[in-house]
């Protein structure tokens, strides 16, 4: 293949943030409803995990992302979509970072420390303070709302790429294409 591609580990660091930004937020909206019960305590530890590993795996993904240049998009791409295309991932980026800090906040604000993996505690970053818990939580709410918009745009925009352009931008992050001779 002599089309430029992501390098193997972004691709693998792309699917696995994918992964966790679907599950959590699908987790998030089933915890959400459930009455109080230690199972509902446990569902939320794992979303807080998770959150806390998404959080740490965004740097890693910055610092691939600073080291190792993404292909160029098309040259055929218009030059409104190639700015949608940057702003859409800068924005992707920021969220991957304020959403679980956000969570964090809240999580201290309403006094629930976080303990990651149920080993290492992580400090909270506020006093207990409900008001300002509560207000955390739709700010939470509204970014993962938004994250999941931003998304579906990302998605819907690959396919669009994909079966209308009929160019290589789906297929240079698929894993599938990545094992014929690709390297990280």
Known sequence: MNEPRYTATAIA????????????????LY???????PTKLQIYSWHKWAG?????????????????R???????????????AHGGHALLYLLMIAIPLTGWLMSSAKGFQTVYFGVLPIPDLLAKNKELGDALREVH???????????????????????????DVLTRMSPHHARKGQHA
Do not use: C
């Open 70 to 84: 993404p292909p160029p998009l098309p040259f055929a791409m218009p030059r409104w979509q190639q700015f949608a």
């Open 31 to 37: 915890m959400h409803e459930l009455p109080l019960s």
């Open 141 to 167: 709410e509204v970014l993962n709302f938004l994250m999941i918009t931003i998304v579906a745009g990302h998605v819907g925009a690959a396919l669009k790429h994909h079966y209308i352009d009929r160019d």
């Open 52 to 68: 806390v590993s998404a959080f740490l795996l965004v740097f890693v993904r910055l610092a691939w992302r600073a080291t190792h």
């Open 13 to 28: 660091l792309h699917w696995l943030m994918a992964a966790l930004i679907l599950g959590t937020f699908g987790v998030g």
